[in-house]
């Protein structure tokens, strides 16, 4: 399903933030590009098309490493869900116990702890 939106001259149709860390020398030691956009292609360095992936890592040193991190769509799938939204879902439903859990009283998602994966040693059972 295509859904139309209109995006009117002159106006963002995608913002990119970058977050760099540095070393107490000033160099820096990690950075961090987030880009969030309305389409694909919205001129050179910005992600062109569905077919390239969500996320790059790109390591530099002594050996370089870079790796492509994807979100493939089977379009076969009967949930019907688009890997993104899955994705946003699943964090959705991992932060019902955070919220049970939480003081009566508003909060936001900083006053809570982030879900994460239970981790188990090697050998151990679930």
């Excluded at 390239?52 to 790109?58: F, G, L, Y």
Aim: contains cysteine; aromatic residues 6%; hydrophobic residues 45%.
């Amino acid at each position: 399903m295509r859904h139309a939106l209109k995006v009117r001259a002159g106006t963002p149709a995608g913002v990119r933030w970058t977050f760099t860390a540095y070393t107490t020398g000033d160099l820096p030691f990690f950075e961090l590009v987030n880009e969030q956009t309305v389409r694909l292609g919205l001129g050179e360095g910005w992600r062109r098309s569905a077919d390239e992936p969500n996320w790059r890592v790109e390591i530099s040193g002594t050996p370089s490493i870079t790796c492509a991190i994807d979100l493939p769509h089977d379009h076969d799938d009967a949930s019907g869900l688009e890997p993104v939204s899955a994705l946003n879902a699943a964090r959705a439903v991992n932060f019902i116990p955070r919220l049970i859990e939480a003081p009566a009283g508003a909060r936001t998602v900083l006053d809570l702890a982030a879900p994460r994966a239970a981790t188990l040693a090697l050998g151990a059972e679930p």
